[in-house]
């Protein structure tokens, strides 16, 4: 079977500041793993490690100096734009300052790789959009305006806003970042959800290690742009390999209710 | 849709009847029932009556209309592209710029014929091209693209060209640049059937390629990024929405003068109340644009009657303080 992402021997660089020679010469250095469907995969590491670049080649922000990047089969390097939006939808971290767009706009642009030449959105956009906002239970603030929500809700509007486009991947920046321990739990309720009942593919680029293993199938654990390890949680997530990685000092234990991984740092005296 | 359907009838509306009362007043002390004879084509009307109405009122009228909506689209394009709700043809200098490329025009000789005025819009677009670019440049060059750093690129970019006119007036003989003092005021004059057709078809020109952007504009909000993930060439926007709100403004500079502040003040009032959709901002605009300028024009042709104030002088004092508003204001934002 074709896997849903195959990242093949990757490599990009930054350009540096300046034209000097570059402080970090790859960003992503010769990286291959693949994603399968219906499967929930986790991108961690340090600062600086290459997970935001990797979510950048993966949305075709970014394109690869060397390799390439298959989404179901295709050279992502072959589609248009607007095709890339339709297989793959990111959900960012946040929206920008004072953006002035109310739920229900924000969610009906994910509409717009399915139309882009059209100017206006039909009832068919309408029905989808109202069908992403009630998945993910915001149905009721689509006339509110962004800057007015919580940062829990705005997490919402923004993975029915990727839900709206329809995609077969789903790739998460730091879902749970400005989240306290109650919207992280329904967050993590809420993916896990969408993945089981529609068998959506989903990455999740994360610092929550934690989080991490609990909720992903595999984890892909990066330092400075290389695979340090690719594997369920159990086999990434071990002390040497961490400790090795991050430069501290940490313990693995396990979690007593679901037998996953946990990590726990241990802080200096 | 249907908020558009219905800003766009209102706007009409409102538009349709201070044109058509602004064909009773005037300089010319002509009555109201011989404006009508002329209109109706039945009762007493002189011929000098119809030329006051048809020849110069008339023509005025519909150059306020262009020129108001091409500068406030224009507006919507540069705060849509620039992500800044300070853009504005006369703030980011892009006036200036296609100001200095007509008056080049005139000394090379051109004026109002159908050529010629196909002309000088080319010389203003090369002008505002050239203009917008060093402001772009300028303000990228100075650590991307804030809010103020912008303004002040526009800034400077006006203050060279506005500079680089009176070199141009200074060394020319001033007979042959005619009323071309009266025009960088900001002055609406009754254009000739030939000149009008070009404005009106570069006007259309310029509507046609901002509205065609105004929804891939509206995801560019979500800034570079955010939009190319969602499939929006955030570079080939920009460049249509900047050649269209720079055709438009050349078009408004060549046959209106550099008019400053309609694209600040019409597109912002129409954001309060239509909300920050550039598809409905962008037509409503054209005709709120319209309808604004008119009325400015309006109030310069009876303010001072016998004499005349430039229209430019009544956007200024209107815009002015509204910019120091918008400056002061944080809800007005679009980005960071």
């Keep these: 079977m074709t896997p849903l992402v195959e990242v093949r021997e990757v490599e990009f660089a930054y350009p540096s500041a300046g034209g000097t020679v570059a402080r970090r010469p790859f960003a992503i250095g010769a990286l291959s793993v693949t994603v399968e469907d219906g499967e929930i995969f986790g991108v961690i590491g340090p600062n600086a490690s290459g997970k935001t670049t990797l979510i950048r080649l993966l949305s075709r922000v970014l394109v690869p100096a060397r390799g390439e990047i298959l989404i179901a089969g295709r050279p992502l390097g072959t589609l248009a734009r607007a095709a890339v939006a339709r297989d793959i939808a990111v959900v960012p971290q946040d929206v920008p300052r004072g953006f002035p767009y109310t739920v229900e706009e924000l969610v009906l642009m994910g509409r717009y790789p399915h139309s882009p030449r059209r100017l206006f959105d039909s009832d068919d956009d309408r029905e989808h959009a109202r069908e992403a906002l009630g998945a993910t239970g915001v149905l009721d603030l689509r006339t509110e305006r962004l800057d007015r929500l919580s940062g829990g809700e705005r997490q919402r509007v923004m993975l029915a806003r990727a839900l709206a486009q329809r995609p077969r991947l789903l790739v998460l920046d730091e879902p749970t970042a400005h989240l306290d321990l109650r919207h992280q739990v329904e967050c993590v309720g809420l993916l896990r959800r969408l993945n089981r009942e529609s068998g959506l593919g989903i990455v999740l680029v994360s610092h929550d290690l934690n989080m991490a293993a609990e909720i992903c199938d595999r984890l892909l654990l990066l330092d400075r742009g290389a695979a340090v390890g690719v594997g369920t949680p159990k086999v990434v997530l071990t002390e040497a390999t961490l400790e090795a990685v991050y430069g501290c000092r940490i313990a693995v234990g396990t979690h007593s209710a679901t037998g996953r991984p946990t990590v726990q740092l241990i802080w200096p005296p | ?336």
Excluded at chain 2, 316 to 328: D, K, M, N, Q
Aim: glycine share 12%.
């Design chain 2, 1 to 336: 849709m249907t908020r558009l359907l219905a800003a766009l009838a209102a706007l009409a509306l409102a538009t349709a009847a201070l044109a058509v009362g602004a064909l009773f007043v005037g300089s010319a002390p002509l009555s109201g029932r011989a404006v009508v004879a002329v209109l109706t084509g039945r009762g007493t009307a002189t011929p000098v009556d119809e030329v006051v109405v048809l020849s110069l009122r008339l023509p005025r009228i519909a150059a306020a209309l262009l020129a108001g909506g091409a500068l406030a689209v224009a507006g919507v394009g540069f705060q849509g592209l620039t992500r800044n709700p300070l853009a504005e043809p006369s703030v980011l200098g892009v006036s200036s710029g296609a100001a200095f490329g007509v008056v080049l025009a005139q000394v090379f000789g051109l004026r109002a014929g159908p050529l010629e005025a196909l002309g000088l819009t080319a010389f203003a677009f090369a002008g505002a091209f050239v203009a917008g670019s060093a402001v772009y440049l300028i303000a990228a060059g100075a650590g991307g693209l804030p809010v103020h750093t912008l303004v002040l690129a526009g800034v400077i970019v006006g203050i060279f060209f506005s500079s680089a006119i009176t070199v141009l007036i200074s060394i020319v003989d001033f007979d042959r640049l005619g009323g071309v003092v009266h025009w960088l005021l900001g002055n609406l004059a009754p254009l000739p059937p030939p000149a009008l057709g070009v404005f009106g078809l570069v006007t259309a020109l310029g509507f046609w390629l901002v509205l065609g952007q105004s929804r891939r504009l509206n995801l560019l909000a979500l800034g570079d990024e955010g939009a190319l993930q969602l499939g929006v060439d955030a570079e080939r926007v920009k460049r249509r929405a900047f050649a269209g709100a720079a055709l438009l403004t050349a078009a408004a500079v060549a046959f209106a003068g550099p008019i400053g502040f309609v694209g600040l003040i019409v597109p912002h009032a129409l954001r309060m109340t239509l909300g920050p959709d550039n598809r409905t901002l962008v037509p409503s605009a054209f005709l709120g644009g319209g309808l604004f300028l008119l009325a400015a024009d309006t109030l310069a042709r009876t303010l001072i009657v016998p004499a005349e104030l430039p229209v430019g002088v009544i956007t200024a004092f209107c815009g002015a303080p509204f910019f120091v508003y918008l400056l002061r204001s944080r809800s007005a934002r679009i980005a960071p």
